[in-house]
C-alpha cells in the first residue's frame, strides 16, 4: 500500500517570495504523483502531474515539482508566490497499474501574506 | 462542458435521518470515487467504482452506503449509523487505462448534521 507524508501542515510566506512544499511517499511499485490545489468550499483542482518522463514537471499558476526516485519526494515550487496562491494544496499517488485509487496527503495550507 | 456535479452544495439533516449526495459526470469515465474531507486530515476514501454495478469500499465505509446503476451516476447515502457525518465529500472520477490519469474533482458537499 502507498502512503503521502506532507511535512508542513502550514506555511507562511510574504507575497513574490519563493515556496516550497514537501511531499514524500511510500510505495512498494511505481507510482504516478499529482499535485491539487483547493480553494476554500470548492473541489480540487490539478497543478500538475508526474507519469513518467522528464523529473522537472511545470504546471500551472507558475508551479513546478521535481520527481525525486531515489528520495521519494515530489516537492512542489514556485518562484514568486501571489496572494492568490492562498489555498491548500495535496499531493497524491498512485500505482502504475489498473484500476489503482488516489491516496492524498493531509495537505499544506499556504497563506501568502502582503 | 464535461465535467462532475455534485449537489447539493450544502446539506443539513438531524440526528438519525439518512441523507443522500448526488454525484453525476459527463466525461465518460470509467472509474468514480468518494472521499471524505476533514479539518487537517486530507481526504480519506469512503467508496469506489470502476464499473457500473460493482464498487468496493475504501477506508472509513462504515456508515456510508452508494449505488453505481449507471455510468454516470455515482450517489452516496450517508445512513443513521455514520456517528459522526458532518463534513465536507469530494466526489471525483478518473479514466481507467494503462496509463491512469488524474481524478477530477466535483466541488462538494457540505453536510451538517443539526
Known amino acids: 500500500a502507498q502512503s503521502v507524508t506532507q511535512l508542513d501542515s502550514q506555511v507562511p510566506v510574504f507575497e513574490e517570495a519563493p515556496v516550497e512544499l514537501r511531499c514524500n511517499y511510500s510505495s512498494s511499485v511505481s507510482v504516478y504523483l499529482f499535485w491539487y490545489v483547493q480553494y476554500p468550499n470548492q473541489g480540487l483542482q490539478l497543478l500538475l502531474k508526474?507519469?513518467?518522463?522528464?523529473?522537472l514537471v511545470k504546471g500551472i499558476n507558475g508551479f513546478e515539482a521535481e520527481f525525486n526516485k531515489s528520495q521519494t519526494s515530489f516537492h512542489l515550487r514556485k518562484p514568486s508566490v501571489h496572494i492568490s496562491d492562498t489555498a491548500e494544496y495535496f499531493c497524491?499517488?498512485?500505482?502504475?497499474?489498473?484500476?489503482?485509487?488516489?491516496?492524498f496527503g493531509p495537505g499544506t495550507r499556504l497563506s501568502v501574506l502582503p | 462542458d464535461g465535467g462532475i456535479t455534485q449537489s447539493p452544495k450544502y446539506l443539513f439533516r438531524k440526528e438519525g435521518q439518512n441523507v443522500t449526495l448526488s454525484c453525476e459526470q459527463n466525461?465518460?469515465?470509467?472509474?468514480m470515487y468518494w472521499y471524505r474531507q476533514d479539518p487537517g486530515q486530507g481526504l480519506r476514501l469512503i467508496y469506489y467504482?470502476?464499473?457500473?454495478?460493482?464498487?468496493q469500499k475504501g477506508d472509513i465505509a462504515e456508515g456510508y452506503s452508494v449505488s453505481r446503476e449507471k455510468k454516470e451516476s455515482f450517489p452516496l447515502t450517508v445512513t443513521s449509523a455514520q456517528k459522526n457525518p458532518t463534513a465536507f465529500y469530494l466526489c471525483?472520477?478518473?479514466?481507467?487505462?494503462?496509463?491512469?490519469?488524474?481524478?477530477?474533482f466535483g466541488q462538494g458537499t457540505r453536510l451538517t448534521v443539526v
Open positions: 467504482s470502476q464499473i457500473v454495478n460493482d464498487f
Open positions: 508526474y507519469l513518467s518522463g522528464s523529473t
Open positions: 471525483a472520477s478518473s479514466p481507467l487505462g494503462s496509463m491512469n490519469t488524474e481524478a477530477f
Open positions: 497524491a499517488v498512485s500505482e502504475r497499474h489498473y484500476g489503482q485509487n488516489f491516496v
Open positions: 466525461l465518460n469515465h470509467d472509474a
